[in-house]
């Protein structure tokens, strides 16, 4: 499966931004879909995910309640709304699929195809 991220920029903190995956296959329903990040020298870290069945999300505790995924089957897209940001979230963000089951949904291992990154700048 292949992804295309979109929707960076710049924004100041406390502003916001969302993002958005298109990623291309018939069968992207079935799919776990996940954002990642990372900042300049540091490890790529968990943002968000779906669950397998997707009724269920995940985040990150440092972006709980500020962050939401969702996602559209019908257009084959994920998105990331983001609010209240802050300096810290300054990163490169990624989507990816899971398509094999296996592996924890905060686990970048867990993750087959990755999109491109885009870069996400917050100012104080």
């Known amino acids: 499966v292949q992804l295309q991220a979109s929707g960076g920029g710049l924004v100041q903190a406390g502003g916001s931004l969302g993002l958005s995956c298109a990623a291309s296959?018939?069968?992207?329903?079935?799919?776990?879909m996940g954002w990642f990040r990372q900042a300049p020298g540091k490890e790529r870290e968990f943002v968000a995910a779906f669950s397998w069945s997707g009724a269920t999300t995940y985040y990150a505790d440092s972006v709980k309640g500020r962050f939401t995924i969702s996602r559209d089957n019908a257009k084959n897209t994920v998105y990331l709304q983001m609010n209240s940001l802050k300096p810290e979230d300054t990163a490169v963000y990624f989507c990816?699929?899971?398509?094999?089951?296996?592996?924890?949904?905060?686990?970048?291992?867990?993750?087959?195809?990755w999109g491109q990154g885009t870069q996400v700048t917050v100012s104080s």
């Open positions: 296959g018939r069968t992207f329903r079935n799919y776990r």
């Open positions: 990816a699929a899971q398509v094999y089951s296996g592996g924890l949904y905060n686990f970048v291992a867990s993750y087959d195809s």
